[in-house]
């Protein structure tokens, strides 16, 4: 899951992210205009298929009107001169059909233009039977035995009466870009082809196969029509190249249109993303105890050196699992009055966790960070309820930092509340932002916390100059001195020096920021170790009084 998380909040993997959305929406604003288009050539298609099989629906009419002609005229004994004369009348109508048959079962007897064969010439076995077997059809048979040497035409049979068909003339001009073959059904469904290009319906039934839209294979789009009575079908199938190359300003817009759609939806998709997967949205949204990550950091006694309590320092698990340092969120929480709920958090939790981990016997002072905007007695006293059940345990300490929101008189009555309750007050960063030494003197406060900066300061500098001057100005306060930072040796031993009772030190060269169980084994080694070295030192031998001296 961490790894799924960290490809929305990895600004590298946002970008390909919205390039992935991009790329998506231009392919189905593409794709969306192509079924649109595809839409349009398959209503085209159909229109031209309507075209192309009227010419064999008139074919079919014609035929059908001169048979019901034949039936109600041509009464004579076939192959009578009575019966030719009936014939041919039929035969000079203005449908295109001259030529009939008369037929008994499969063999010729006689034709409309008065031709007897004899013996009847048999055709054998009609290649196709339309109409659910009541027409018989033999497709392009040559017209050698009707006299008409070189000739070819299909035979219709109906009854005992046959008429002699060419396919319509059809103009393939009329439809460019288009293949299309006109198929015949016989009564098992098997498709004859009538005109047009062979090979066609072919392809339609692979094409069709493959359930693509529009029948799409090998750069064609396939479509079939066939008449109510299913008797003809046009098969067509167009080239999709030449079609966009016939549309090359279509195809540009679309291709245009498709751009500034997935641009757009891109644009949006990332808004969403970063407003969604940003760092305050996602500590808003996940902002609870078991986000909360706790860290302690010794407070020593300068004079001793002995562990007397910890600072409580919170972190956030982000939720690719990455520790968030303070910096980047304590912004978050002003800003969004979530200073309560954060303060509320982490008392308990730290509570339960030092109360799990510190063994019995230990007495620590806790520290707090509190905001500026949280200095209310009765709040305080609410949130850190916890520890005031364990006092035996526990002395509780909430640091303040001085700043414009802090009204001293305001301040002075909530922790003189805060004293009364037994929580001790501490001024927070002494020495920087605004500090003001008249305020400390003002404030009822337990202790000062001089600024990380001075004992941080580089040998030589201003700053490690101005260091004993600060701790003589909280000296004269009165106050208990914490000093922040201490990170070298050098810097510890200085201020040991000018340690006076109570003075305490924090920082990276005594310990780092620990866990809850890393702290405890760090109090009880630090404890061993202040008992060792305290009964390793000499005793200094009793004073001998001065009248003993006299007696000796």
């Known amino acids: 899951m961490a790894n799924i998380v960290r490809i929305f909040i990895s600004e590298r993997h946002r970008r390909l992210i919205v390039g992935v959305v991009w790329l998506a929406a231009f392919c189905l604003a593409l794709a969306l205009i192509g079924l649109y288009a595809g839409e349009r050539i398959v209503a085209a298609m159909e229109e031209r298929s309507g075209r192309v099989m009227e010419g064999f629906l008139e074919t079919r009419t014609s035929i059908e009107t001169a048979f019901s002609a034949i039936r109600a005229d041509v009464t004579a004994e076939p192959c009578s001169p009575e019966f030719f004369r009936a014939l041919r009348r039929v035969a000079y109508f203005p449908d295109g059909i001259n030529e009939f048959l008369y037929m008994n079962g499969n063999a010729v007897s006689c034709t409309a233009s008065g031709l007897t064969l004899s013996p009847p010439f048999d055709l054998g076995l009609p290649d196709g039977e339309p109409e659910g077997g009541e027409v018989a059809v033999w497709m392009n048979r040559d017209l050698t035995f009707l006299d008409l040497a ?7 049979r109906i009854g005992h009466f046959a008429a002699i068909v060419t396919p319509p003339a059809i103009s393939t001009a009329d439809f460019p870009l288009l293949d299309f073959e006109v198929l015949l059904r016989s009564k098992d469904g098997k498709p004859w082809m009538r005109y047009g290009h062979a090979g066609v319906y072919e392809t339609y039934l692979a094409a069709s196969a493959r359930g693509l839209p529009f029948n799409y294979a090998d750069g064609h789009i396939h479509h079939q029509v066939c008449d109510p009575r299913l008797t003809y079908c046009v098969t067509s199938r167009i080239a999709v190249v030449p079609v966009i190359m016939a549309e090359k300003v279509r195809f540009f817009f679309a291709l245009l249109g498709s751009t500034l759609i997935a641009s757009w939806i891109a644009f949006l998709a990332n808004a969403l993303v970063r407003r969604y997967w940003s760092f305050e949205a996602r500590f ?3 902002l609870d105890d078991g986000s909360l990550v706790l860290a302690y950091q010794p407070l020593t006694d300068l004079a001793t050196g ?10 956030w698990r982000d939720i690719d699992g990455e520790i968030v340092q303070p910096g980047r969120f304590i ?9 309560e709920r954060f303060t509320g958090l982490v008392a308990a939790r730290a509570f339960a966790e030092l109360d799990a981990a510190i063994p019995p016997g230990y007495r620590l002072e806790v520290n707090f960070n509190i905001f500026p905007r949280d200095l209310d007695a009765a709040l305080l006293c609410r949130l850190f309820a916890p520890f005031e059940a364990a006092r035996h345990r526990f002395d509780l300490v909430v640091e303040i930092v001085e700043s414009e929101t802090v009204r001293i008189d305001a ?10 309750a037994g929580i001790k007050v501490y001024i927070d960063d002494f020495g920087s932002g605004y500090s003001n030494l008249a305020n400390i003197a003002e404030l009822a ?3 000062v916390k001089l600024d990380r900066s001075f004992a941080m300061a580089p040998d030589g500098s ?4 101005m260091l004993g001057h600060a701790i003589e100005m909280i000296r004269a306060t009165g106050r208990t001195m914490v000093v922040e930072g201490v990170e070298t040796a050098e810097r510890l031993s200085l201020l040991r020096a000018l340690a006076v009772k109570g003075d305490r030190a924090q920082g990276y060269h005594i310990a780092r920021p620990l866990d809850a169980e890393t702290f405890a084994s ?6 061993a170790e202040v008992a060792a070295a305290s009964a390793a030192q000499p005793q200094r031998p009793t004073p001998i009084s001065s009248a003993r001296r006299r007696r000796a």
Do not use: K, P, W, Y
Not at 306 to 315: H, K, N, P, S
Not at 522 to 527: D, G, Y
């Open 306 to 315: 002995a562990v007397t309590g910890c600072e409580v320092l919170a972190r």
């Open 522 to 527: 760090f109090l009880i080694r630090n404890a």
């Open 445 to 447: 406060v337990d202790g």
């Open 462 to 465: 201003v700053m490690e100059q």
């Open 411 to 420: 301040a002075q009555r909530e922790i003189e509340a805060l004293r009364a």
């Open 284 to 286: 808003l949204r996940h």
């Open 150 to 156: 070189g000739l070819t035409g299909s035979i219709v």
């Open 331 to 339: 912004d978050i929480v002003e800003r969004r009055g979530l200073s």
